[in-house]
């Protein structure tokens, strides 16, 4: 069965830096996400990608914050200057199409973790 | 604002009972609601999805009722195993074509055997 995957699974680094997350959506769908889970706290939408832009944003996505489609199956999350508050769990899924519109359901990826020090 | 509520204690049962989670939600119209589950460490995996048209859900051993009036979900997991212990996730989401989902903080479920 097709799944989303993401690299790294763990992703350690030092306050101010920037970090690059992967992920490889399931390959025949458009639209992409990334949510993130700080520890003992909900799953938060961050942002949504189609058609090689963002459609939604979420407060928490400020311009410390790019998303981009950069070949034909990765969807990569970049943090330009970490902070410690940026330590979570970060979830990239991905949808099909009805039409123009995305399909219901979201397939979600195993997640990375990132620790900022 | 909106907000999405789940029980926030966890819910223990004996194996082989009926587990029942329920979502409420208030200053929100989703389109539709779906129940997810979560293995810690692990992202959300899709379990179900409910249309506001739609009063109730069944897929094997779940159901998920809508109450659209009452602005509650109720997800049920009949004969439980311990297996499926796990934290449950209610996620809503509107009209968008893009199909945001907002998400409770969910349930954890421990079923003993």
């Known amino acids: 069965e097709p799944e989303v995957t993401q690299t790294p699974s763990h992703q350690v680094t030092q306050m101010g830096q920037e970090v690059i997350l992967r992920c490889v959506p399931i390959?025949?769908?458009?639209?992409f996400y990334w949510y993130r889970q700080i520890l003992g706290q909900k799953v938060e939408f961050l942002v949504s990608f189609y058609n090689n832009e963002i459609s939604e944003k979420s407060e928490i996505f400020d311009d410390q914050f790019s998303v981009e489609r950069p070949d034909g199956s990765n969807f990569t999350l970049k943090i330009r200057s970490t902070k410690l508050e940026d330590s979570a769990m970060y979830f990239c899924?991905?949808?099909?199409?009805?039409?123009?519109?995305?399909?219901?359901?979201?397939?979600f990826g195993p997640g990375t973790r990132l620790t900022v020090l | 604002s909106q907000k999405i509520e789940q029980n926030s204690e966890a819910l223990n049962i004996q194996e082989g009972k009926t587990a029942t989670l329920t979502c409420n939600y208030t200053n929100y119209s989703p389109a539709y609601l779906q129940w997810y589950r979560q293995d810690p460490g692990r992202g959300p995996v899709f379990l179900l999805l409910i249309r506001e048209n739609e009063k109730e859900k069944r897929k094997e051993r779940l159901k998920v009722t809508f109450d659209t009036t009452l602005k509650q979900s109720l997800f049920h997991i009949t004969a439980s195993q311990p297996a499926d212990s796990a934290t449950y996730l209610c996620?809503?989401?509107?009209?968008?074509?893009?199909?945001?989902?907002?998400f409770g903080k969910g349930t954890m479920l421990l079923v003993s055997p």
């Open positions: 390959s025949n769908h458009l639209y």
């Open positions: 996620a809503l989401s509107g009209l968008s074509g893009y199909s945001t989902l907002t």
């Open positions: 899924a991905s949808t099909g199409t009805s039409g123009s519109r995305a399909t219901d359901t979201q397939y």
